[in-house]
């Protein structure tokens, strides 16, 4: 089965300093990866996927994660944090494959932005 | 822009209650998903449904069950409720072949 370990529990870091949270998924076949945000007191919204090509992707908000095969990783950064980047943000996988796809979850990463 | 409603955003219930949780999604989305998060746990998969009256187990089943029958409208059963399911459930949609996956804003349940 697939798995997905989030190395960080909590990330502190100051407003406008760089920042990386770090995703390691188990699978060797072929995957869709994601990154979803959780607001205080709100759902999950995709912040941003993989499903192939450039392994290079970004968000609109200035978030970028860099798929690695050979690492198995999916780690997510910004050059410049803001105190509204304030959140928990979960990785996940899901099959290449169709039908029902199930994503499966990281044990998710609370960023905290101190002023 | 989807839709995804679950119908209380808190709920607080009696050990030993049933408890029904309700999800409704406006995409005309094949595949519907209940999810519990945890502290440090993440979004553990409880059901998924791919189609009407189809369902399938995800990795923590035990004390629950879901029904569909309609597409659009997918719920979660605790059958007989118990401390250990105060949690917050999150509902979920997709098309089938997705690239993406839409969320409802939460119930968080208390069982007292």
């Known amino acids: 089965a697939q798995s997905v370990t989030q190395l960080d529990s909590q990330v502190p870091v100051f407003e406008e300093a760089p920042v990386e949270l770090r995703c390691n998924y188990s699978?060797?076949?072929?995957?869709?990866l994601f990154w979803y945000v959780q607001y205080p007191n709100q759902g999950l919204q995709l912040l941003l996927k993989y499903l192939s090509g450039s392994t290079l992707v970004e968000s609109i908000n200035g978030f970028e994660a860099e798929f690695n095969k050979s690492q198995t990783s999916f780690h997510l950064r910004k050059p410049s944090v803001h105190i509204s980047d304030t959140a928990e943000y979960f990785c996940?996988?899901?099959?290449?494959?169709?039908?029902?796809?199930?994503?499966?979850f990281g044990q998710g990463t609370r960023l905290t932005i101190n002023p | 822009d989807v839709k995804v409603t679950q119908s209380s955003r808190y709920l607080v219930k009696r050990t030993g209650e049933k408890v029904f949780l309700e999800c409704v999604q406006d995409m005309d989305h094949e595949n519907m998903f209940w999810y519990r998060q945890d502290p440090g746990l993440g979004l553990r998969l409880i059901y998924f449904s791919y189609d009407v009256k189809m369902k399938e187990k995800g990795d923590i089943p035990e004390g629950y069950s879901v029904s569909r029958e309609k597409k659009e409208r997918f719920s979660l059963i605790l059958e007989s409720a118990s401390t250990n399911q105060t949690s917050m459930y999150l509902c979920a949609s997709s098309f089938i072949g997705w690239t993406e996956a839409f969320f409802g804003q939460g119930t968080r349940l208390t069982v007292v």
């Open positions: 996940a996988v899901s099959d290449g494959g169709g039908g029902a796809q199930k994503l499966v």
């Open positions: 699978s060797s076949v072929s995957v869709y």
